[in-house]
């Protein structure tokens, strides 16, 4: 079992850009959650998807977006870049009611 | 003030030593409660998953849930250098939604 797996590893953009993350699930699994970590922080949730909607959003501005694919992997887009998203973006895989399993993320450095 | 409260550390103890970590939480409806621990620039490993109030055994680790002072614990016995990590608390409602708040992580170093 591979677990939940993530692309790119690392990412570099300019303020402005557009970038889209990618992320496939555990096997089993149906349901994808995105989280960003900040340097220090804990992660924090931006969206939750099953069965391609989008079923739950934290308190992330439009600008983050996202789509399931049939298959249940997952893709995080972030458009027009701000300094401050510059964190570790984590994928985590459920099929709930149980615990979600994280994948290594992918560290955005925006400049 | 912030849903869930996680002494940020750092915690230095000496290898062998017992480690307790603890999390304070203000939203009653937590029902799951989990601790994660988090190498450098690497993502979340799921260490205990507890439901409600009570206690759990995993080996060296124990977790422990007191739903009614809203506090959760990690003890981590016979502490190794291994364990040096950033330790996550967590938890989430009960049902089918899954969306997970963090404390924001205690570093521990185990000193050999």
């Known amino acids: 079992d591979a677990g939940v797996t993530q692309s790119p590893t690392h990412l570099i953009k300019t303020r402005g850009q557009q970038v889209t993350l990618r992320c496939s699930p555990k096997?089993?699994?149906?349901?994808v959650s995105w989280y960003q970590q900040a340097l220090g922080q804990g992660p924090q949730f931006i969206f939750q998807y099953y069965e391609e909607e989008e079923r739950q959003r934290g308190n992330f501005p439009d600008r983050f977006s996202g789509h399931q694919f049939p298959n249940y992997s997952s893709e995080l887009n972030v458009n027009a870049l701000l300094l401050g998203d510059s964190a570790l973006y984590l994928c985590?895989?459920?099929?709930?009611?149980?615990?979600?399993?994280f994948g290594p993320g992918t560290r955005l450095t925006v400049t | 003030q912030k849903e869930v409260e996680q002494d940020p550390g750092p915690l230095s103890v000496p290898e062998g030593a017992i480690v307790s970590l603890n999390c304070t939480y203000s939203n009653s409806a937590f029902q799951y409660f989990m601790w994660y621990r988090q190498y450098s620039r690497k993502g979340p490993e799921l260490l205990m998953y507890t439901y409600s109030s009570g206690n759990k055994e995993d080996g060296r680790f124990t977790a422990q849930v007191d739903k009614s002072s809203k506090y959760i614990s990690l003890f981590i016995r016979d502490s190794q250098p291994s364990d040096s990590a950033t330790y996550l608390c967590?938890?989430?409602?009960?049902?089918?939604?899954?969306?997970?708040?963090f404390g924001t992580g205690t570093k521990l170093q185990v000193i050999p």
């Open positions: 985590a895989s459920s099929s709930p009611p149980y615990e979600q399993y």
């Open positions: 096997s089993g699994h149906d349901t």
């Open positions: 967590a938890m989430s409602y009960s049902g089918g939604y899954q969306k997970v708040t």
